[in-house]
């Protein structure tokens, strides 16, 4: 238990950093310009509670899986974090694209590389804190 929860929350803290910065570096602005367009629909500011606990809950899954997968390094987290966390964001942004007019395949491209990125980033993370308590 303590090995899952240590991998979850370095998953996490990675998952978080690199959010933050693609938050502000990317989302913020689409944020403002959706907001604009469909006022009613987006909120004024994301609701950083459920954000947190949705990348907790990632993270959680990742970590588990990955334990039992044996993508217990550096690189195999990395490497594996990519589809992981591409693939689970790839299929609800194509959900979303099927319901939410205001959704563009153009979105949904940069949000799947994005957060196949993330994944690398925390899936690095999970791997390296499950190969130092080998």
């Keep these: 238990m303590k090995k899952l ?3 979850t929350l370095a998953g996490f803290v990675a998952s978080f950093i690199f959010g933050s910065i693609s938050y ?3 989302y913020e602005k689409l944020m403002v310009a959706l907001m604009e367009k469909y006022p009613a629909s ?3 500011e994301p609701d950083l509670m459920i954000g947190m606990g949705a990348g907790l809950v990632q993270s959680l899954l990742m970590a588990y899986s990955f334990d039992k997968m ?3 390094t550096l690189k195999s987290g990395a490497l594996n974090g ?3 966390a591409g693939g689970i964001w ?3 942004n194509l959900n979303n694209l099927s319901m939410l007019s205001f959704y563009e395949t153009s979105f949904v491209i940069t949000d799947t590389v994005i957060s196949a990125a ?3 980033f925390a899936g690095a993370a999970i791997g390296w804190t499950l190969d130092k308590q080998k």
């Design 82 to 84: 990519i589809w992981f």
């Design 24 to 26: 502000f570096l990317y």
């Design 70 to 72: 044996n993508f217990n």
């Design 42 to 44: 987006i909120k004024t």
């Design 5 to 7: 929860i240590l991998t």
């Design 118 to 120: 993330l994944g690398a």
């Design 90 to 92: 790839m299929i609800a």
